[in-house]
């Protein structure tokens, strides 16, 4: 199976890159483990930052500054520029394309203030932006006659005779095949790694930071793995989120005494931090919306309300909602120049497993749907452009993955088990408040995990849709980004917006 372009990931970013790959005049193959209308997108409910055209509030000037006083330092202007200068243009092609935006009396499309925001500028539609955007762009693709090919497990890249980046070796989970898709450009768009830190992270069980496993495998550079986002709102029991949008909208902070302890709308890191030391003390905290009205919260916020009753078993119209920050985005990933090419030949990256350097230490909330589009486009494009100047050269070089070798590894260790240990030790060692004593502590529980794995084998032997093997081979990447995430985080020893280091106790 041969095309112009590769795309590995269908949601947000993916899609983007694959109607502007497909304009461009490539042939493109999309391929994705989930489903497409199911990625971690659907779950960006807040909105879309971007400035409109003859806003007399806000100015692109100030979503810029925004954006890098939030990223702690660690953000590249010229890229934050770019993507903040590019963000009217890229509401305009949403909308152009039937992206449903609340609307204002006057028929503009809606804004709402996030954290971090001076000035209301996030795009929305409901709470259900994330999910709209994705299900228009899908859309479009059948439109376009883009077809997506769904349960399609990433093992490893393939390479050509010069080096280069020319396809992927995928398991296919309907027939168990091991398949080889080539391509003259490949574009990762596998979203981000907070799913390490298992029942306690708002993404999906898929965000298990393949993309990124498999790119470091192959050679590929990863920047800022230590800055993990963590979501002050996410429901106590489930890490279900809440959106941002209830603070945006005027929601209240409280602590166990009914009292309002810090500015809901600062930046996620520092409410975060905020919210975590009143749970050190002893409080309980909630979001409260009572305020708002039952009428406001059905017409703007009517996903929370659901995701309230649902998992929490609290109707947010009329009782507080028990919270806790929870991981939520991941700002590190694969290096990205401003063509959106890693540092290896032929390979694109986009979405929230690259790392444009747009977010740094603390993503502004709001950026992450903008990013998908002005960067998901950036890549297409430009993928697109470099298969149109390149074919590989035979014969092929495979990556070494450990899919052919676990089917001789003993039963002896449940690594699901493992995995719930991992998830919770990441919470509490390499979470919101780090110590270096506790960080070699978790490093020094990976390596033992490593050193098991082959005494992890498949309980199901299964040659058809055999989960079991997935979702080892999910763990094993897991497992690899945590070692790096670990070991960034150790090698930073100073405080930087989401990666907070605490002094040792005497």
């Not at 708002?202 to 920047?223: M, P």
């Not at 109707?315 to 890693?342: C, F, K, N, W």
Request: hydrophobic letters at 40%.
């Amino acid at each position: 199976m041969k095309s112009d372009v590769l795309i590995i990931g269908a949601g947000g970013a993916g899609l983007v890159a694959a109607l502007h790959a497909k304009e461009a005049g490539a042939d493109v193959t999309v391929l994705t483990k989930e489903y497409p209308t199911r990625s971690q997108t659907c779950m960006a409910q807040g909105g879309m930052n971007a400035v409109l055209p003859n806003s007399e509030r806000d100015s692109i000037e100030a979503h810029i500054a925004n954006t890098l006083k939030s990223a702690q330092g660690e953000a590249d202007e010229e890229a934050v520029r770019f993507m903040c200068s590019q963000a009217p243009n890229a509401l305009a092609w949403l909308d152009s394309i039937g992206v449903c935006f609340s609307r204002t009396q006057e028929g503009a499309i809606a804004q709402r203030t996030l954290g971090g925001a001076s000035a209301p500028r996030a795009c929305y539609a409901q709470d259900y932006t994330g999910l709209k955007i994705l299900h228009t762009l899908y859309d479009q693709c059948v439109k376009m006659g883009i077809e997506s090919e769904s349960e399609k497990i990433f093992l490893s890249l393939l390479k050509d005779a010069d080096g280069a980046v020319c396809g992927a070796e995928i398991l296919d989970l309907k027939s168990g095949n091991i398949e080889h898709y080539l391509a003259k450009a490949v574009i990762i768009a596998t979203g981000g790694y907070s799913r390490i830190y298992g029942a306690n992270s708002t993404n999906s069980t898929a965000s298990t930071g393949d993309g990124i496993a498999i790119a470091r495998r192959a050679g590929a550079k990863l920047i800022d793995m230590e800055f993990v986002q963590f979501h002050p709102t996410g429901l106590k029991n489930s890490a279900i989120l809440i959106s941002e949008s209830a603070r945006g909208e005027g929601g209240y902070l409280l602590n166990s005494r009914g009292e309002r302890f810090t500015d809901e709308l600062q930046p996620r890191d520092a409410l975060s931090r905020a919210i975590h030391k009143e749970i050190q003390k002893g409080e309980e905290i909630f979001l409260d919306i009572r305020h708002l009205g039952e009428a406001f919260i059905d017409k703007e916020l009517p996903q929370e309300r659901k995701l309230a009753k649902l998992y929490e078993n609290v109707d947010p119209a009329h009782e507080l909602m028990p919270i806790r920050p929870v991981a939520h985005y991941t700002m590190g990933g694969i290096a990205v120049d401003h063509t959106s090419q890693t540092t290896l030949e032929g390979l694109f990256a986009c979405g929230e497993c690259a790392n444009h350097r747009v977010h740094g230490a603390n993503r502004l909330g709001g950026n992450s749907l903008l990013e998908i589009v002005v960067f998901g486009k950036e890549a297409g494009i430009n993928a697109a452009k470099y298969a149109k100047e390149h074919d590989f050269t035979l014969p092929l070089q495979q990556e070494k993955h450990l899919v052919k070798e676990i089917d001789s590894f003993t039963n002896e260790i449940d690594f699901y088990k493992k995995h719930q240990e991992l998830g919770d030790l990441l919470y509490q060692k390499l979470g919101i408040m780090r110590k270096r004593s506790e960080l070699e502590e978790l490093q020094a529980f990976v390596e033992d995990v490593f050193q098991e794995l082959p005494r992890m084998g498949l309980s199901d032997t299964s040659q058809v849709y055999n989960t079991n093997k997935k979702e080892f081979l999910e763990f094993i990447n897991m497992l690899e980004v945590s070692r790096i995430v670990i070991d960034a985080a150790l090698k930073r020893e100073q405080s930087c917006g989401a990666h907070y280091m605490i002094e040792e106790e005497e």
